[in-house]
T-cell receptor, first 111, second 110 residues
């Protein structure tokens, strides 16, 4: 059974304090690893897709990386507006269901 | 930009009512999905559709049905709403990879 586990569940940072969120996955035949941002009361917003180990993607203060067992979302010098829940999801080759979601990391950046 | 819209942001219904949640996407995506999201339980897949008139059950289909008569529209139906169906309902669409989500419908069943 495919599983995606995110840690920590919650993270509080001071503005400017860089850190990383972890996403461990056991997905047979991983087709892609996806990162989303979700603000309270809204739908998830797509951030990145990573397809193969060693791949990296960046957007503003966020950088996502992928190894054979896990993915990291690095947040450099975060600002309060980066506060949100970050979700990762794994997609399996040949699966019409497409994505298995983790339970998310709730990030709070304090000014 | 991909746009997924949902018919209501907030909805309050009574126990036993039939409830329709509508979702429309404008990207000609083949796949559409309905999830519910509850605190501590994350996103759970209810149903998905990979073509018009085609549907497959997700992890928690009990008490729900779906309809996809047109490619851009995917409806979730609660046949007889119950209080344990109070939740945030999220629709998504995709072509091959990443899914794009709508804003969500917060449904309260009293």
């Amino acid at each position: 059974e495919d599983q995606v586990t995110q840690s920590p569940e919650a993270l509080r940072l001071q503005e400017g304090e860089s850190s990383s969120l972890n996403c461990s996955y056991t997905v047979s035949g991983l087709r892609g690893l996806f990162w989303y941002r979700q603000d309270p009361g809204k739908g998830p917003e797509f951030l990145f897709t990573l397809y193969s180990a060693g791949e990296e993607k960046e957007k503003e203060r966020l950088k996502a990386t992928l190894t054979k067992k896990e993915s990291f979302l690095h947040i450099t010098a975060p600002k309060p507006e980066d506060s949100a829940t970050y979700l990762c999801a794994g997609g399996r080759i040949g699966s019409a269901r497409q994505l298995t979601f983790g339970s998310g990391t709730q990030l709070t950046v304090l000014p | 930009d991909v746009k997924v819209t949902q018919s209501s942001r907030y909805l309050v219904k009574r126990t036993g009512e039939k409830v329709f949640l509508e979702c429309v996407q404008d990207m000609d995506h083949e796949n559409m999905f309905w999830y519910r999201q509850d605190p501590g339980l994350g996103l759970r897949l209810i149903y998905f559709s990979y073509d018009v008139k085609m549907k497959e059950k997700g992890d928690i289909p009990e008490g729900y049905s779906v309809s996809r008569e047109k490619k851009e529209r995917f409806s979730l139906i609660l046949e007889s709403a119950s209080t344990n169906q109070t939740s945030m309902y999220l629709c998504a669409s995709s072509f091959v990879g990443e899914q794009y989500f709508g804003p969500g419908t917060r449904l309260t069943v009293t």
